[in-house]
């Protein structure tokens, strides 16, 4: 659903929804020794680079800043 070929910025806000959402609709039930693992696997197949001194449970996307 996302246009490759002419993002914008409203791309962006529909892929950081997504993986905030798969982060607590799949990740939310894993036991805290396998967050790991599926957080390393999204950030993967994401192919975004997010960085943070926290894990990706920990992190927002602010709609407001879009980032």
Known sequence: MI???EPSEDSD???FTFIFAL???LGG???PESRKKFEDTLKK???RVIN???TM???FYDY???K
């Open 13 to 15: 806000v529909i892929e």
């Open 57 to 59: 449970y920990d992190l």
């Open 23 to 25: 982060i607590w609709s």
């Open 29 to 31: 039930c894993l036991k």
């Open 3 to 5: 246009n490759e070929e």
């Open 45 to 47: 197949i994401s192919g």
């Open 52 to 54: 943070s001194p926290s």
């Open 64 to 66: 407001k800043d879009l």
